[in-house]
């Protein structure tokens, strides 16, 4: 049974700081892992994609890498800012979405 | 692009009620998702209608929970009896194909609280 776990559970860092999340699995057997960003009262919102041929992906001050041997991927976010408060949710495909618990993070000024 | 709708945002029950959400997906997706966040924890996929059939739900309590996709577009989720440990958010998703390593658009979620 596929599961997804996330370390840390919260973390709050001054802005401007240079942060990681991380995220383990136990089944290497994915087509991709997803990061999503969930604001209080909305939606997931998707972040970024690594498909499992894949090793990173990079979107704006986001780095997502993804070691399926070792079943973990990281979220690199660069230059940490108030905005970025919320919590990060990760999730691989084997044939279907399965979450972590994700991660709450606040940037403070 | 209008996005995932869902409706209400808040609901506040009593135990053994009955309650009902409604999502519309976005214009043009076949698939059609339902999952439940309970506080704490990631999304749980609970259904996935592919347009009005069902493709998986093998993690919902069918005792209490169904759901239907009349005519392949609007959805709806009902809870008949709620019990305390269905407080959660319930999220609606939906995308253009049917694998589900194709992406996801969630909607803000329905916040069920059972008193």
């Given at each position: 049974k596929q599961e997804v776990t996330q370390i840390p559970a919260a973390l709050s860092v001054p802005e401007g700081e240079n942060l990681v999340l991380n995220c383990s699995f136990t089944?290497?057997?994915?087509y991709n892992l997803q990061w999503f960003r969930q604001d209080p009262g909305k939606g997931l919102t998707s972040l970024l994609l690594i498909q499992s041929s894949q090793r990173e992906q990079t979107s704006g001050r986001l780095n997502a890498s993804l070691d399926k041997s070792s079943g973990r991927s990281t979220l690199y976010i660069a230059a940490s800012q108030p905005g970025d408060s919320a919590t990060y949710l990760c999730a691989v495909v084997p044939d279907k979405l399965i979450f972590g618990t994700g991660t709450r993070l606040q940037v403070f000024p | 692009e209008a996005g995932v709708a869902q409706s209400p945002r808040y609901k506040i029950i009593e135990k053994r009620q009955s309650v009902a959400f409604w999502c519309n997906p976005i214009s043009g997706h076949a698939t059609l998702y339902w999952y439940q966040q309970i506080l704490g924890q990631g999304p749980k996929l609970l259904i996935q209608f592919q347009n009005n059939g069902v493709v998986d739900d093998s993690q919902l309590p069918k005792d209490r929970f169904s759901a239907e996709r009349l005519k392949g577009v609007d959805s709806t989720l009902k809870i008949q009896?709620?019990?305390?440990?269905?407080?959660a958010v319930y999220l609606c998703a939906s995308s253009f194909y049917g694998a589900a390593y194709n992406e996801q658009f969630f909607g803000p979620g329905t916040r069920l609280t059972v008193l």
């Open positions: 089944d290497s057997a994915i | 009896p709620a019990k305390l440990e269905d407080s």
